[in-house]
């Protein structure tokens, strides 16, 4: 079964970094992108960007270029959303999701990882 | 800025056929990127309901269908039931934003 388990969920100040993962498994995982999302609170969907964890080539988001990090281990099939001070508007839930087809044009987001639950607040 | 567009609420009476707009413009569905759909049931993650415009994973029931029309999109969820309650997205591709796009989210109640 093709799966993605994320890292549980944090509770954080204002001014801390995190770092965030989602491990794949049941695939072949060096060789499909991963999608970060963030639902903020009572919202939609937002795509953060994306990275190849076979070497790590990341894509963001014009709205989180600067803001976020990604980076990956394919040693043991994970990659990583990493803040390095976060703020109170952080708080949301971050989901990973695996890009499926063979081109930009055709491609979706399947499966999704459970959502990590971020809370900044003093 | 690149925008999908889709109502915020649809309801119907169980049984009844509804359906929610997915509005983009040329640089995402009008230039001819596939369309997909999600159902997030309140409390857990995204599942993928429709990709492609009209295909359906293996598992979702075919009470899920999707069209695609120029510019707009469009899911069609026929015989309503309890559990299809939820909110739903659409996503596609923008070459502008040089990323991908998912829509505002509709919230389907069932009367």
């Known amino acids: 079964e093709v799966q993605l388990v994320q890292s549980g969920a944090e509770v954080k100040k204002p001014g801390e970094s995190l770092k965030i993962s989602c491990q794949g498994s049941?695939?072949?995982?060096?060789?499909?992108?991963i999608a970060w999302v963030r639902q903020l609170p009572g919202k939609g969907l937002e795509w953060m960007g994306i990275?190849?964890?076979?070497?790590?080539?990341?894509r963001y988001s014009p709205t989180f270029e600067g803001q976020v990090t990604f980076s990956a281990d394919k040693s043991i099939n994970t990659v990583y959303l990493q803040w390095s001070s976060l703020k109170a508007s952080d708080t949301a839930i971050y989901y990973c999701?695996?890009?499926?087809?063979?081109?930009?044009?055709?491609?979706?987001?399947?499966?999704w990882g459970q959502g990590t639950l971020v809370t900044v607040s003093s | 800025q690149s925008v999908l567009t889709q109502p915020p609420s649809v309801s119907g009476a169980p049984g009844q056929r509804v359906t929610i707009s997915c509005t983009g413009s040329?640089?995402?569905?009008?230039?001819?990127?596939?369309v997909h759909w999600y159902q997030q049931v309140p409390g857990t993650a995204p599942k993928l309901l429709i990709y492609?415009?009209?295909n359906r994973p293996s598992g979702v029931p075919d009470r899920f269908s999707g069209s695609k029309s120029g510019t707009s999109a469009s899911l069609a969820i026929t015989g309503l039931q309890a559990e299809d309650e939820g909110d739903y997205y659409c996503?596609?591709?923008?070459?502008?934003?040089?990323?991908?796009?998912f829509g505002g989210g509709t919230k389907v109640t069932v009367l």
């Open positions: 492609s415009h009209t």
């Open positions: 990275i190849y964890p076979g070497d790590s080539d990341s």
């Open positions: 040329r640089s995402n569905i009008g230039a001819n990127y596939d």
């Open positions: 996503q596609s591709y923008d070459s502008t934003l040089s990323g991908w796009l």
């Open positions: 049941g695939y072949e995982f060096s060789t499909h992108w």
């Open positions: 999701a695996r890009r499926v087809g063979t081109s930009t044009a055709y491609n979706w987001f399947d499966p």
